[in-house]
């Protein structure tokens, strides 16, 4: 695939990987298209997994009564989500500007979703906009008008080019985030939905961590022991996976800074 389109795939990403998270949500990973699959990423909607898929479904009687409210809810963030991929795209490709008109090029399988959404909320909504996708977009257009809002974009989006694999675990995608400024709020570990580029593929969480490091966990010093547990105390919900990627982090920053033993 042409590094033009990986590019421009990486802006999609980074962009609603950056909305899920502005909207409460996290996620698990992110791979860009020639990684292994389609490309997508992997958002974790916590508690409200349920939830999605039922606003996914496009049926408002998916849901119980008492979750009619919640799920209204749910459906407006998932717009945002599944709108924020082709705004960052069509913002990058406009120098980081509105483009005076919004005939952006959305990939199908965003497009179904959106229509799903919009559907969920027609039924459940006396009166909702037909222009309601668009409204939406105009308002993460303002977003990314904040300049940190959209540097979170720009550094996730060349974080996630500049790895080898193409592709990012969580705990990388919240180390850039939060060099922007952006903390995660943790969401409670459950099983995440996938957004991907391309209808067709099914997108599989990005489990590999960029290259580099010679860390080696099997293999751990007393030091490596306490800072481990260290970890574990301060926040006490990671996945074996991001904990084994926040140390070889820490490695690599002690290794160019000073000494871990």
């Known amino acids: 695939m042409e590094n033009a389109t990986i590019e421009l795939a990486a802006w999609h990403e980074a962009g609603r990987v950056v909305f899920a998270y502005l909207t409460g949500y996290t996620c698990d990973s992110m791979e860009l298209p020639g990684s292994g699959s389609g490309g997508g990423s992997k958002l974790n909607s916590g508690n409200d997994l349920g939830v999605v898929k039922g606003v996914l479904s496009g049926d408002p009687m998916s849901l119980s009564p008492e979750n009619m409210g919640h799920g209204i809810e749910v ?8 709108c924020a991929g082709s705004c960052a795209e069509s913002f990058f490709e406009n120098n980081a500007s509105v483009p005076e008109e919004l005939d952006m090029e959305i990939p199908a399988s965003d497009i179904k979703y959106i229509e799903k959404i919009q559907t ?32 979170a974009v720009q550094l996730l989006a060349a974080k996630v080019s500049e790895s080898e694999t193409k ?61 481990r547990d260290f970890l574990k105390r301060i926040k006490n919900d990671w996945k074996e996976g991001e904990l084994d990627a926040a140390m070889k982090y820490l490695h690599n920053v002690y290794k160019k800074y000073g000494s871990i033993g």
């Open 120 to 151: 969920f909320l027609q039924k459940s909504i006396l009166d909702h906009p037909e222009d309601y996708p668009m409204q939406t977009m105009v308002s993460v257009f303002k977003k990314l008008k904040d300049p940190d809002v959209w540097k």
């Open 167 to 227: 592709t990012l675990s969580r705990f990388y995608i919240e180390d850039t985030l939060m060099l922007a400024g952006i903390r995660a709020r943790r969401a409670p570990v459950s099983e995440g939905f996938s957004v991907g580029v391309r209808e067709d593929e099914t997108v599989s969480p990005a489990t590999q961590e960029p290259k580099g490091s010679t860390f080696d966990l099997g293999n751990l010093t007393p030091l490596d022991i306490m800072l």
């Open 75 to 82: 459906a407006r963030k998932l717009m945002t989500i599944y």
